[in-house]
């Protein structure tokens, strides 16, 4: 069933498409919630959607909760510290070799635990030409920039021409040996990746990748399996990153489901991310003691293709730290050390 034909972005739309009670237009801890964090469900996860957010993964991550009201004393406004490392507008250089270049702030679907929650919205912030420009210039004029990772909001937002200018420039930029897109929209509007999309995305020298959010199995649906296909088809390579998320995601057998579906529409695990102090969004958080168990118990099961690392984004821009569990035991007192096996059991290695 076709639930609707427009992206639902208030609580009446989420109502009439069937997704929340009636009664949920008139509550006014959730009318709060509206307020304060943007709405927008696409008509592709509108479909997808089979109970309430508290047992349907799908709805979880993209339905307002009452939840979100609760803002807890470690959570920030800006938790990963993006405004601390900003030069220019729209840049992000925290590390040396490589910035991020944020054109729009706006989404296809908001995630209700997203980490630029504060920024992102209809309304948020977009490059004009005068600022984009800027933005590139500080990226030429930086020659130690490797690398430009294009997010946001989502990029795949922006009309072809746009994402063509921006491709354009950074492909011109000698220094720029690799742009990465970082997106939802194969995965949540999957018709938006048209051929004009792709053309964009051609370069002449610099190598172009497409990281895609994706946090279960179930929004790789046969469309959205079809828009990888078409990057994947056009020499594109495709990386996943995750969140991991209390009730989304949060067992060995919906990470292990998530991670054989990337891997077999050709997109290869790159991060899951630790979930951030985000303001709102303590229902999803998981300790870094679960996310651990959680990966040590996928090294078990699942092929190294199949294995992202499992980061944490250190509140205050520090940037990610790689937190899975370590395989080595501390060394004995001749130096040898213990290395621990897929199944668990330790064995010994020479100290040298
Ligand atoms: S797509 Fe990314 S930036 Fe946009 S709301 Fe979701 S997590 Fe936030």
Redesign the pocket.
């Known amino acids: 069933m076709t639930r609707a034909s427009t992206t639902a972005r208030t609580l009446a739309d989420l109502v009439a498409a069937g997704v929340l009670p009636p009664t949920a237009a008139g509550d006014p801890a959730l009318a709060q919630v509206a307020r304060d964090y943007a709405i927008a469900v696409t008509p592709d996860l509108l479909d997808l959607i089979e109970g309430a957010p508290a047992g349907d993964p799908i709805a979880r991550q993209f339905i307002p909760t009452a939840q979100e009201a609760t803002t807890t004393s470690d959570e920030l406004t800006d938790p990963i510290g993006d405004h601390t490392f900003a030069p220019v507008r729209g840049i992000v250089h925290r590390y040396p070799d490589r910035v991020l270049l944020k054109p729009l702030h706006a989404?296809p679907?908001?995630?209700r635990f997203?980490?630029?929650?504060e920024q992102?919205g209809p309304g948020g912030d977009m490059l004009d030409d005068a600022g984009l420009e800027a933005a590139l210039d500080y990226i030429a004029t930086h020659p130690d920039v490797w690398e430009v990772v294009v997010t946001?909001?989502?990029p795949f937002m922006l009309s072809p021409r746009r994402i063509a200018r921006i491709v354009a420039a950074l492909d011109a930029t000698a220094h720029v040996a690799v742009i990465r897109f970082h997106t939802?929209v194969p995965v949540v509007e999957p018709a938006r990746v048209s051929d004009a999309l792709v053309a964009a995305l051609k370069t002449t020298r610099a190598a172009v990748y497409v990281g895609v959010?994706c946090n279960h199995a179930r929004e790789l649906t046969s469309a959205a399996r079809t828009s990888l296909a078409t990057l994947a088809d056009a020499g594109i390579p495709l990386l996943s990153q995750s969140v991991l998320l209390r009730g989304v995601n949060d067992s060995v057998e919906a990470l292990e489901a998530l991670f054989r579906a990337l891997v077999a529409a050709r997109v290869r695990p790159y991060y899951l991310h630790h979930p951030d102090l985000a303001r709102g969004t303590s229902h999803f958080r998981l300790s870094i003691d679960e996310g651990q168990a959680l990966m040590r118990a996928l090294r078990g099961r699942l092929s190294g293709l199949c294995q992202p690392t499992y980061v944490l984004d250190i509140p205050g821009g520090y940037g990610k730290s790689p937190i899975g569990p370590t395989y080595v035991g501390d060394p004995a007192s001749d130096g040898q050390r213990t290395i621990e096996d897929f199944r668990g059991d330790r064995h010994d290695y020479p100290a040298r």
């Open positions: 989404c679907v908001y995630c997203c980490f630029r929650r992102v946001g909001g989502d939802r959010h």
